[in-house]
Nanobody, 124 residues
Framework: QVQLVESGGGFVQAGDSLRLSCAASGRTFSNYAMGWFRQAPGKEREFVAAISASGGTTSYADSMKGRFTISRDNAKNMVSLQMNSLKPEDTAVYYC?????????????????WGQGTQVTVSS
């Protein structure tokens, strides 16, 4: 079992930056690939970014490339999402997730553990 707790969400203006963090506890964090997903009201949960268990490989949704950066610190059991140049359409609840496959991917159905989410609201 892996417990995930997100933090860092908030209310920002368009163009601002925000850094989300996800603290993990339980099983060995470095054995899991980690992903960030988001869900806006009335929409399906969508892939944002993922990082391999070692941290050496990352994957991004096309609309986030160049604006978002995922990273992890296995010594601290932490994964982060740096979000720059935020837009109103980035408004959503952001979730982190853990996958035993070790490789980053965008298939949300394959992630084993999920956090409760953190709200990000971007005002125009």
């Amino acid at each position: 079992q892996v417990q995930l707790v997100e933090s860092g969400g908030g209310f920002v203006q368009a163009g601002d930056s925000l850094r989300l963090s996800c603290a993990a506890s339980g099983r060995t964090f470095s054995n899991y690939a980690m992903g960030w997903f988001r869900q806006a009201p009335g929409k399906e949960r969508e892939f944002v970014a993922a990082i391999s268990a070692s941290g050496g490989t990352t994957s991004y949704a096309d609309s986030m490339k160049g604006r978002f950066t995922i990273s992890r610190d296995n010594a601290k059991n932490m994964v982060s999402l740096q979000m720059n140049s935020l837009k109103p359409e980035d408004t959503a609840v952001y979730y982190c997730a853990a996958d035993r496959s070790r490789s980053p991917h965008s298939s949300r159905w394959l992630y084993d553990y999920w956090g409760q989410g953190t709200q990000v609201t971007v005002s125009s």
